[in-house]
Structure formats: C-alpha cells, structure tokens
C-alpha cells in the first residue's frame, strides 16, 4: 500500500517495520498493528495516504439510467453525489452547497434541478448555479463564478470510480487487461435488482479487507455448503491478480453450481450465459 521512499512514508505515524509480516507467519495469526485501529493520528494519516491517494468504486452506472438519476455517497469525509446528464454522462460533484455549505441531496432519487433546502439556490446537473433568490440582481454576486466542484470520476464497466488524485493514471489504462480477461462476464450490462445503499458503520474499514478467517465462522449457517474450506474453494493464484497495477484478487470457486446464501440455496439470477461452469461459481 505505501512505497517506503515516498514522503507520505516518511509521515506515517507508526514506524513501518511494525506493518511487515513476521519470517514465515500464519496470515489468521498476523494483524495491523493495533494502533492502526485506535490512533486519531493514524486515522488522519491514512485520509492522505490511502483516500486522498488511490481510485474509489463509489456505485454502479446502471443506478442512474435516467437523466437527473442521482445517488449520495461520502467518500473518507467528503460528502458527494454523481448524477446522469441528459448528455448521458455521469457526474460526480461536491453534496456541499457553496452558499452556507448545506447538504444538498440525500439518499437516491431524480432531480431536474439542485435545490438546495436551505436557501433555495438552485444548480443545474452539471453543478453551475443557475438562481440564488434574493441575489441574482445584486451588482457584485456573479453567480456564473459559482459552480459545484466536480471530483474526477471514470466509469469502467459500469462502475463509477472517483478519486481525488489529478495526477493519478486513468482506473480504465490500469484496468484494461481486466476488462480483456473478464469480457465473457459482460460485466457493464449487469444491473443490480436494487440500487446499493451505503450505510455507516461502526467499524473500521480495514478489519473488511483485512482477512477471510471468519467466513467458516460467521457464515457456517448461509456459506459453507457452497464454500466448506477456505483452502478447498479460494484460488489465491488467479491470473486476474495484478499487483504491480494493484490488483490483487482471489478466486472463490462454490462446490454447488449457482448455489448461493438464500432461502432456496441457488442464485435467485440466471447464470451468466457465456461463462463456463466453472466461471459461474462451480470447480
Ligand atoms: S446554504 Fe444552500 S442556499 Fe444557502
């Protein structure tokens, strides 16, 4: 995750020996150092280095179909939105009014226009202000130098990904092999049922990327039919793993075709037509 001659190395707040695995460690029995977990100054240091840094998957384009479709998300602290053009673009944009820094738009929904509850001042899909009440008429208010600021975003296979690193290269260059390797997946016309809610948890994002040693824990009741050991269904030498353009990715091969953990046992879509078994969950 972090390059030890950059500068932003040099900051981190714990030394980074501590982060390297012990010669020869079990991975269930190594973890970030506690502080990682607990430190305020810690937690203002990984803003910089990993969510003021690298590229977000922030939802699905398929979401927002329709011109004026928009969904709300906060990324690290930054409150944002994206929304569907009538171009067809998607835009992500600041969810901050510029006038007394209101919250604009809340949960999903369409909207023709961006009205801010407050105030009322209004802004159009691609975040200019088109009206602010009372001082459209005043002399010195230029409301055509007002205008949402808009986070860099790129939608890859029907993901939208932002980041706020104008200096990064483009997610789609980093991914271009991805996208040759999973064509069969036609993944950017898969749509969800319903729209992904992000909610806010208590709970710090890493211990999610942190590990699988729960999965024939917690999910024995819902996972393990399809998945009975971590050693028997995960690939951790799938050639979708990329770690030099940091991906890094494992396989997780189900025993049961299309089995999955609802009420029924099976996957409630169909299989995906141009897979093979194997690539739609069965070894
Ligand atoms: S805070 Fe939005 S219009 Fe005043």
């Known amino acids: 995750m972090l390059d030890k001659n950059t500068s932003l190395a040099t900051n981190c707040p714990i030394p980074l020996f501590e982060f390297e695995l012990p010669n020869g460690a079990a991975v269930p029995s190594h973890s970030l150092p506690a502080d990682c977990f607990v430190s305020s100054e810690f937690y203002n240091f990984e803003f910089k280095a990993v969510w003021e840094k690298e590229w977000f998957c922030i ?163 819902t996972w393990c039919d399809f998945y009975p050991t971590p050693e028997s269904c995960i690939d951790e030498a799938t050639p979708f793993s990329d770690p030099g353009r940091g991906i890094v990715a494992y396989e997780l091969n189900s025993a049961v075709l299309d089995g999955a953990p609802t009420r029924t046992g099976k996957a409630l879509h169909p299989l995906l037509p141009d897979l093979t078994e194997r690539r739609n969950g069965h070894e």
């Open 59 to 221: 939802g699905r384009a398929t979401d927002i179909p329709k011109p004026g479709d928009f969904f709300t998300v906060t990324v690290g602290n930054e409150p944002l939105f994206a929304v569907r053009h009538g171009s067809g673009a998607v835009h992500v944009m600041t969810n901050v009014c510029q006038h007394r820094s209101m919250l604009l738009l809340e949960g999903h929904g369409n909207v023709r226009r961006i009205r801010c509850p407050l105030h009322s001042w209004v802004y159009d899909l691609e975040g200019h202000l088109l009206s602010a009440p009372a001082l459209n008429d005043v002399e010195d208010f230029d409301k055509n130098g007002v205008c949402l600021p808009r986070i860099r975003s790129e939608v890859w296979e029907g993901f939208i990904f932002i980041t706020f690193n104008e200096s990064l290269a483009p997610i789609g260059d980093r991914l271009a092999h991805l996208s040759k390797q999973l064509v069969n997946f036609r993944i950017s016309e898969l749509s969800a049922a319903t729209s992904l809610e992000m909610m806010p948890y208590e709970w710090d994002w890493k211990i999610y990327g942190d590990e699988c040693y729960h999965c024939t824990h917690l999910h024995s009741g």
